[in-house]
């Protein structure tokens, strides 16, 4: 948009690798963020 052109065909693409399905949890719960990182959890203590 910034050049008034289009990309070509050929342009660069970002692919993203598939996430692990076990980091998929509530990273709002604290337990489990204890659990699962726990010198991260210590570093921002509620």
Known sequence: MATGKRLPGDAFTIR???????WNFDFDDRGEITRRLPRLAALYPE
């Open 16 to 22: 993203y690798p598939e996430l692990d399905p076990t």
